[in-house]
């Protein structure tokens, strides 16, 4: 197998359901599009401010400090109101369904920044060593999906 080192991914935006009976949504990020079907969670960062935003009827969590971005770039529009903040922990080991179906964990990660994305990461263990050391530490197994 040949890297190739000048490889760009395109990173996506999804949103996955989380399992309260809110009726909240998280929108997800990644740059590894291709591992969707072996999403085994989601990792925010416990430390770092979350807000709820009222978009299109939904309620959408992201992390606070990319909501300018967020709605620079086009994936939030511009009418959006942010409703709540809290903390990252209190989404901490919550259920959310799984975009394939069946359901994950949102767990912590201290490579979750403020600095890219919406502070909210897919997380598939069997594709990635940061992913696949992450689950390790909370005993979530790698699933790998073959085409």
């Not at 901490?92 to 990660?109: D, M, Q, V």
């Not at 490579?111 to 997380?123: S, Y």
Request: aromatic share 8%.
């Amino acid at each position: 197998m040949t890297w190739v080192d000048d490889h760009v991914s395109k990173a996506i935006y999804f949103t996955v359901d989380l399992c309260d009976g809110s009726k909240r949504k998280l929108l997800v990020w990644t740059t590894t599009p291709y591992t969707l079907p072996a999403n085994q969670a989601i990792a925010i960062r416990s430390d770092l401010i979350y807000t709820e935003i009222r978009m299109d009827g939904q309620i959408l969590v992201v992390l606070q400090d990319r909501l300018g971005y967020l709605i620079q770039e086009g994936i939030i529009p511009t009418d959006a109101t942010s409703q709540v903040t809290f903390e990252g922990s209190e989404l901490l080991k919550r259920g959310y369904e799984k975009p394939y179906g069946g359901s994950g964990l949102i767990i912590n990660a201290e490579f979750v920044t403020a600095d890219a994305g919406t502070g909210i990461v897919h997380i598939a263990p069997g594709h990635g060593q940061d992913d696949y050391s992450l689950g390790l530490k909370h005993g979530i197994g790698a699933l790998c999906v073959g085409m």
